[in-house]
Structure formats: C-alpha cells, structure tokens
C-alpha cells in the first residue's frame, strides 16, 4: 500500500509539464547579477524539469525521484531513474516487483523525510543546503540586495515559511510571499494573494 501511494505520485509527477511560471522565475533568476536558488519542500522534481540547476536547489524533504533501503543497512541513495511501480488502482496496491536496494537487496523506499522518520538519511539534502548556505554567505559579504519569492508554502507544515522569513532576516532581503489563503507577512515584506502563476506575473509586470 505505501509503495501504491509513492508509486501513484511518481507515475503523476513523471506526467505532469511544469507550468510556465517556473519558466519566468528561472528567467528571472538568471538575470540577476548574483543568481538564483531554490529552496522547496516539494518532493516533485518540478525545478529540475523546468531547467533550474541541480547544483542550484535544496530539496528539504529529499526527493522522491531518489531511493534509499528501508533498514537502511547503509547511507546510500540513488536514483529510481526509469524504473516504473505499477500500481492496481481499483484495488491502490502496488503490483509486480518493488524497487530493491542494490546493497542488501531489502525493500527500497523513496528518500522522503517522513513525520516521525528516524531511517531517513538526510546526506543528500544536507549538500544542497550547504551550497545554499555558501550561496547566502557570499551574497551577504557584497551586501546584495537580495529577494526571496516564497510561492504556496502554507502554515500546516511550516518548514519553508521559517525558512524565507529566517533567510529574510540573514541577508536583509525582501521577502514576497504568494499564497492565496496564508498570505500575512511580517513587517517589511510584500503579500500577494494569488496562486502561483498569478502570483509570479504580478512579481513580473
């Protein structure tokens, strides 16, 4: 059953075109004299469909395009590539062979931080965050002027709101917050409350 929820997200998201508001934002991003990088919670692999830079995203909860084992009986992760997981949608179980782990040939999961997941390795994702960190660092010693687009992140699972208005206060940057409901910012900051794309363009034009 887990592996025909992941295997039903993997097979959506495999599917689904970013739309054109990530193209504008990479646009955007390039044109800045200091660059860009993402920060997401998402575990869909959306930026990088777009064209956003690998090197250039930390993914705060993994990714659910990387596997890991279940035990784990090591710090690997790897790439699920083509590999499919059909999934019986009448019944939502998985089918077939499920992905293993190349090293123990146990069960394999996806390298998503789970609530309440002691087994998740995390290395990955702590490389990103730590060119996130560089990045930040270097624009802060050439006081950049610096703005951070926070689009959709809601208050349920916080962790990216934190993370913009933490960034925010680092570097002295103006943060923009798009989000149709949870739109309030703090003092300083700029609410737009339209979803994404919307959103984007009014940042644009």
Known sequence: MAWAFYGHRLN???????????????????????GYFVFTSNVDGQFQKA????DLIEECHGSIHHLQCVQPCSSSIWEIGDAEVNVDMEVFTATGELPKCPNCGGLARPNILMFGDWNWISHRSDQQGERLHKWLHRLGSVN??????????????????MQSERIGRTVEATLI???????????????????????????LN
């Open 12 to 34: 959506l998201y495999r599917e689904t075109i970013p739309h054109e508001g990530f193209s504008k934002l990479l646009d955007l991003g390039e044109e800045m004299q200091y």
């Open 51 to 54: 064209g956003f830079h690998e």
């Open 144 to 161: 950049a002027k610096v703005a951070v687009i926070e689009i959709g992140a809601g208050k349920a699972v916080p962790t990216v709101r």
């Open 177 to 203: 917050r798009i989000n149709p409901r949870d739109y309030d910012v703090p003092i300083g900051g700029i609410s737009i409350p339209l979803g994404a794309k919307e959103g984007i363009d009014r940042v």
